[in-house]
């Protein structure tokens, strides 16, 4: 039997910046995906380096962006120009801690700060009106 479990209710939360920080779920959000978090490598080959195979060291660590999806509601306080909204902030251009929610009965909680760098309305014909939103991640997440 698996152990896996279903994405469905991850929340994505945007944080106000007070002390103690409190969090509002970002409001219709469709799909996450992120952050891609990565290591760069850096070469340390040389003439001596034994048998001919490149040799690497860790170098630093990049949250890279976080991806996610909203049925966009322009007038929504988490997603439009209101203070605090997605949109104010791409213009605006603070960092901010946002909290991905894993549906995992609360256990696991990530906590990211990021400063939001895309923000595409998409609105077809025959489809629903959506937004593709960008978080570039901006320092150390704290994963618990």
Excluded: C
Excluded at 21 to 31: D, K, L, P, S
Excluded at 35 to 64: F, Q, V, Y
Excluded at 86 to 102: A, E, K, S
Excluded at 115 to 141: C, M, R, Y
């Amino acid at each position: 039997m698996t152990l896996g479990t279903s994405g469905f209710g991850t929340l994505l939360q945007i944080g106000d910046g007070g002390a103690p920080e409190a969090f509002t779920t970002i409001a219709e959000v469709a799909t996450i995906g992120g952050p891609g978090m990565t290591r760069e490598t850096i070469d340390m080959t040389n003439h001596s380096s034994p048998s001919a195979w490149r040799e690497k060291i860790a170098g630093l660590l990049d949250g890279g962006d976080i991806n996610f999806t909203i049925n966009y509601l322009p007038a929504a306080a988490t997603h439009g120009k209101s203070a605090g909204g997605l949109l104010q902030d791409l213009v605006d251009g603070p960092q901010r801690n946002f909290q991905l929610v894993f549906p995992d009965l609360g256990t696991t909680t990530w906590t990211i700060p990021a400063i939001v760098s895309g923000f595409t309305p998409n609105a077809p014909i025959d489809d629903k009106l959506s937004a593709d939103v960008i978080l570039t991640v901006a320092g150390e997440p704290t994963l618990v």
